[in-house]
Nanobody, 119 residues
Framework: QVQLMESGGGLVQAGGSLRLSCTAS????????MAWYRQPPGKQRELVAS???????WYESSVNGRFSISRDNAKSTMYLQMNALNSEDTAVYYC?????????????WGQGTQVTVSS
C-alpha cells in the first residue's frame, strides 16, 4: 500500500506562483508513474501533469510552459511548481500514483489540497 500526502496549496493572486509537494509512504517501484490531477469547482477531475521514475514528463496543454513537475525518488516526493497562475487554475489538486503490476492499473490518491487564484 502507498499513502500520499499533499501540501503547499493556498490562496494566491493571479500571476503568482505556488509549489505543491506530495510525499509518498510505502515502497515505491521504478515502474510507478506519479501525477498531479485537479478538480475545478463543478467540473470533473482532470490530469494536469505526470512523471515517470526516470523523469519523463507530460503536461496538459493549458499548463504547458507554466507548470513544472519534478520528482525526488530518494525522498519519495513529487513537486508541482505552478507559475503565472490564473483563475482557471483554481481547483483541488490531487497527488496520484499509478502502479501496474501485471496488466491491471492500481491508483493511489492523496487527500487533495486547495489552490485558489484570485483575480
Amino acid at each position: 500500500q502507498v499513502q500520499l500526502m499533499e501540501s503547499g496549496g493556498g490562496l494566491v493572486q493571479a500571476g503568482g506562483s505556488l509549489r505543491l509537494s506530495c510525499t509518498a509512504s510505502g515502497r515505491i517501484f521504478s515502474t510507478d508513474i506519479m501525477a498531479w490531477y485537479r478538480q475545478p469547482p463543478g467540473k470533473q477531475r482532470e490530469l494536469v501533469a505526470s512523471i515517470t521514475y526516470g523523469g519523463r514528463t507530460w503536461y496538459e496543454s493549458s499548463v504547458n510552459g507554466r507548470f513544472s513537475i519534478s520528482r525526488d525518488n530518494a525522498k519519495s516526493t513529487m513537486y508541482l511548481q505552478m507559475n503565472a497562475l490564473n483563475s482557471e487554475d483554481t481547483a483541488v489538486y490531487y497527488c496520484n500514483l499509478a502502479r501496474e503490476p501485471s496488466g491491471v492499473t492500481f491508483h493511489f490518491w492523496g487527500q487533495g489540497t486547495q489552490v485558489t487564484v484570485s483575480s
